[in-house]
């Protein structure tokens, strides 16, 4: 499993949210929001709604290929003017991801589709409330033969003739076209004119990286990869710590909780987590009793947030948009070191599909203190029981549970009468039932 830095916030924060402070010096937040799959007609306004100072997410990753720029656009530019209009923020700094597509690669076709962006842009770009800082990265390094959704000859043939006129097809050169592309985002990033304020790769490998650092004038400052890679490829994370080279998590919550139901144990102890930071929070006075819980997603999110990587979750659910934001997951405290261990060590055990070995649990104690109790354990599925201990007059019984189980609690050997127990609270709390 890849080794990330120490828990901390790494650089500063960008109007209340913690960012990290790139290679270039250009503060980049550590929480935003994916739209590159979104339905087109719910972007502007999922974005101007997570601008606004109840969310504070002031990053959005998009790409050439979703065709969207034109939407992420006017969503910027629709929140920045409810923001001036109904808090008087005059100018919001906002940070766009784009990536160019692997049909696109080569210097000319590179420049060519960053320019078709910047023209997208453009409505943002020069807005008086806009401050726009444009990332621009290469999406792959190169269409591959042997990935199913790839077809990289017939995908040539149908580009329109201005891409095909702008440079020579990069499938029929792999090993060099994004090389040239690489070049292509130099200039653009060395360029003050333009609002390109960092460049870097997705989906590269460790070998493409290394190569890329060998080549590169301008070292790439930002890398965007799945989850998959931030546990099982240890020497591309160290790569890029020891480049200092800046990581953002994309398909996130997909990689992870669509196999949840995989790892039920590690689910339970991501839950204990998100239980004890809600009490914590609670105790501090940062969250109102009664109020939104911290969730196992959140825990997610702040664990790596806290380990200075970028997030991204994608999400048309206001709920979740909330949860996800920047204003809600700065706000979660730093994670203790056996946190960090539990949420690494489950996050592991829901991708691999390789459940922990031990569970979560309520821990109960009964107490029988007028009387010798019988306490059996309720299979509410099957109707069956399974005798747990007798507990003498004045004696304690201490029992590992889960929420919503049943035990019945019998006054005698003969089991004439009960008394029905169901267990509530959350993963890793305590509770005390006296008899």
Same mark, same amino acid.
């Given at each position: ?8 916030? @790494?650089?500063s924060?960008?109007?209340?949210? #913690? ?7 250009v503060? /980049? ?7 590159g ?21 002031y ?32 100018k ?6 784009t990536?160019?597509?692997y049909?696109?690669? $080569? ?24 401050d ?14 042997? @990935? ?12 329109p ?7 020579? #097809?990069?499938?029929?050169d ?29 989906? /590269? ?51 992870? /909780? ?31 009793? $009664?109020?939104?819980?911290?969730? #196992? ?15 991204i ?19 979660? #405290? ?46 509410q599925?099957?109707? $069956? ?14 029992e ?11 006054? $005698? ?23």
């Open positions: 499993m890849a080794k990330f830095a120490k828990t901390q916030f @790494v650089g924060m960008l109007k209340g949210v #913690p960012t990290r402070t790139l290679s270039n010096g503060e /980049f937040p550590l929480i935003g929001l994916g739209v799959n979104m339905l087109m007609d719910l972007i502007p306004s999922m974005i101007s709604r997570s601008l606004q100072p109840d969310k504070k997410v990053l959005f990753d998009t790409s050439n290929i979703s065709h969207n720029e034109l939407y992420v656009a006017k969503g910027i530019v629709e929140g920045a003017e409810i923001l001036e209009r109904e808090a008087g923020v005059e919001i700094e906002v940070h766009v991801i990536k160019v597509w049909t696109h690669l $080569g210097y000319d076709r590179t420049l060519h589709a960053v320019q078709n962006s910047m023209n997208a842009f453009q409505d943002a770009i020069g807005h008086n409330n806009v726009l800082k444009l990332h621009v990265m290469i999406h792959w390094p190169r269409c591959y033969d042997n @990935v199913p959704w790839m077809n990289c000859e017939l995908e040539e043939n149908e580009l003739q201005d891409v095909k006129d702008a440079g020579p #097809p990069p499938h029929l792999k090993a060099n076209a994004w090389k040239g592309s690489w070049k292509a985002l130099e200039t653009l990033v060395l360029n003050e004119e333009n609002i390109v304020s960092s460049i870097g790769v997705s989906n /590269f490998h460790l070998k493409d990286l290394e190569a890329l650092e060998q080549m590169a004038t301008v070292k790439p400052q930002i890398i965007q990869t799945d989850a998959w890679s931030l546990l099982y490829d240890p020497m591309m994370i160290d790569f890029c710590h020891k480049h200092n080279i800046h990581v953002i998590a994309h398909n996130l919550m997909d990689g992870v /909780f669509l196999k949840a139901d995989k790892a039920p144990f590690a689910f339970n102890h991501l839950a204990l987590v998100a239980n004890e930071l809600t009490k914590d929070m609670t105790t501090n006075g940062l969250l109102a009793p $009664g109020s939104d819980e911290v969730t #196992p997603a959140q825990v997610i999110l702040a664990w790596l947030v806290q380990h200075s990587i970028s997030v979750p994608r999400t048309v659910n206001l709920r979740h948009l909330h949860e996800n934001s920047a204003d809600q997951i700065g706000s979660i #405290p730093v994670l203790d070191d056996k946190q960090v261990q539990t949420v690494a060590l489950s996050v592991e055990a829901m991708i691999s599909e390789e459940d922990m070995p031990d569970d979560a649990y309520v821990k109960i104690t009964f107490h029988a203190k007028t009387k010798d109790i019988y306490l059996w354990w309720y299979d599925e099957y109707g $069956g029981e399974i005798q747990v201990a007798k507990i003498d007059q004045g004696n304690t019984w201490e590992s549970s889960h929420p919503g189980h049943i035990f019945r609690v019998y006054d $005698g050997p003969e089991k004439n009468s009960y008394e029905l127990f169901s267990v509530e609270g959350k993963y890793g709390d305590h509770r005390h039932v006296e008899l």
